[in-house]
C-alpha cells in the first residue's frame, strides 16, 4: 500500500462532511423545523445545537456557546432568550465570587425531553434508511463509523 498524506486524509474528510451535509439534508432535516414558526413540538437545528452542547459539552454561557459555534453573542442571546421563553433552558446567577455579569443556562425537563425527542426522531429517521442496505454493507459501514469515530474522539490512537 502506498503512503498517504494528512492532505489526503483531510480532502477525504472535507468531502466526507459535505456529502454527510447533503445527505442530512435530504434525510434527517424533516425531523426539525425549518424556521421555528408554526411548529411548535418541533426545535429548529440551531436550538437542537444549542441544547444538546448545554448538555452534553457543560457550555452554558453565551460567550462558551457563541465561542464554540462562531456566532455573535447577539444572535446567541436571541437564540436562547427563544429556548427560555419556550421553557427549554432556564437561567441561573452567578455563584459568589464569579463574575456577576454572567448567566448561565441549564435545560429545564422539558429541554431535556426535547432533545431526546429530536434525537429519537433523528435516529428513526436515519435508521429507517440505513435499514434498506444489505446486512454485509450494514456491518462495514457500522464497523468503519466506529473507527473513524474512535480515532477523531482519540486524536489518532488506534484500538
Given at each position: ?55 452534553d ?49 441549564y ?53
Open positions: 500500500m502506498s503512503d498517504v498524506s494528512g492532505k489526503k486524509i483531510a480532502e477525504l474528510l472535507i468531502t466526507l462532511n459535505i456529502n454527510l451535509v447533503c445527505w442530512s439534508r435530504v434525510h434527517l432535516e424533516q425531523v426539525f423545523s425549518t424556521n421555528g414558526k408554526g411548529e411548535e413540538e418541533k426545535l429548529t437545528v440551531q436550538q437542537f445545537h444549542i441544547l444538546l452542547h448545554i448538555r459539552f457543560g457550555l452554558n454561557t453565551v460567550s462558551d456557546i457563541s465561542d464554540f459555534f462562531c456566532l455573535s453573542k447577539s444572535s446567541i442571546s436571541l437564540s436562547i432568550s427563544k429556548l427560555v421563553v419556550k421553557g427549554y433552558l432556564k437561567k441561573e446567577s452567578p455563584i459568589k465570587g464569579d463574575d456577576g455579569r454572567k448567566i448561565y443556562f435545560l429545564t425537563e422539558k429541554g431535556n425531553e426535547a432533545v431526546i425527542a429530536t434525537e429519537n426522531a433523528l435516529m428513526d429517521a436515519a435508521g429507517c434508511y440505513f435499514d434498506s442496505f444489505d446486512n454485509e454493507t450494514r456491518n462495514i459501514l457500522c464497523n468503519h463509523l466506529t473507527t473513524i469515530n474512535h480515532l477523531l474522539s482519540t486524536g489518532g490512537t488506534v484500538k
